[in-house]
């Protein structure tokens, strides 16, 4: 059984570009959320979406945004990149909307904005 | 908003060692999950405490959710080179999880 696999693994950006990065959760798994892991931090909350619909939004700007499609993959989207939005971006997937069971994570996505 | 800290941030012991990492939060938690991360890869649960006072065992690893429900600690017996990474506790928020800043383990074998 796959587990979450996430696209592209490497991307390289300029400052003022748009990104979309991807996500496919565990099979049967409704939820996804997104987490931004600076190096050296511990990951930090960005979006969860359970259902398609956004259940939980972290303190990040409005360039960030993500939508869940009806299979339940789902996609964060970053437009005017910053510097210092260089970081690994994780998705996490898990069976239900509340956070009472394991999260899943994908291998991530490493962004460099230069 | 909720906060989790975690100390040591660093830890380097010799092959054999015992380490122990501690978590503490802000606020009252409906459990605590603790994670590990190795070096280049990602998140991987270890495992999930909820009852007060609980104390669950892995092996060499050994977790304990405090009685108040506001801390935790993760000790490894007789560390071996294939424990290295980071280690970090979770406390749930609502829909998200807030991580604490991990403590980076390495063995010098």
């Known amino acids: 059984d796959a587990g979450v696999t996430q696209s592209p693994t490497h991307l390289i950006k300029t400052r003022g570009q748009h990104v979309t990065l991807r996500c496919s959760p565990i099979?049967?798994?409704?939820?996804v959320s997104w987490y931004q892991q600076v190096l050296g931090q511990g990951p930090q909350f960005i979006f969860q979406y359970y259902e398609k619909e956004e259940r939980g939004r972290g303190n990040f700007p409005d360039r960030f945004s993500a939508r869940q499609f009806p299979n339940y993959s789902s996609e964060l989207n970053v437009n005017a990149l910053l510097l210092g939005d260089s970081a690994l971006y994780l998705c996490?997937?898990?069976?239900?909307?509340?956070?009472?069971?394991?999260?899943?994570f994908g291998q991530g996505t490493r962004l460099t904005v230069v | 908003g909720q906060q989790v800290m975690q100390i040591p941030q660093y830890q380097h012991v010799q092959e054999g060692e015992d380490f122990t990492t501690y978590c503490n939060s802000s606020?009252?938690?409906?459990?605590i999950q603790w994670y590990k991360q190795r070096p280049g890869g990602h998140p991987v649960f270890l495992i999930q405490?909820?009852?007060?006072?609980e104390v669950k065992k892995q092996k060499r690893l050994t977790f304990q959710f405090g009685e108040a429900k506001k801390n935790s600690s993760l000790h490894i017996t007789a560390t071996q080179t294939t424990d290295v990474g980071t280690y970090f506790c979770a406390g749930p928020n609502g829909s998200r999880l807030t991580f604490g800043e991990g403590t980076q383990l390495t063995v010098n074998p």
């Open positions: 996490a997937s898990s069976w239900g909307f509340t956070t009472g069971t394991e999260a899943f």
């Open positions: 606020t009252t938690l409906s459990n």
């Open positions: 099979s049967g798994h409704k939820s």
């Open positions: 405490l909820v009852k007060s006072g």
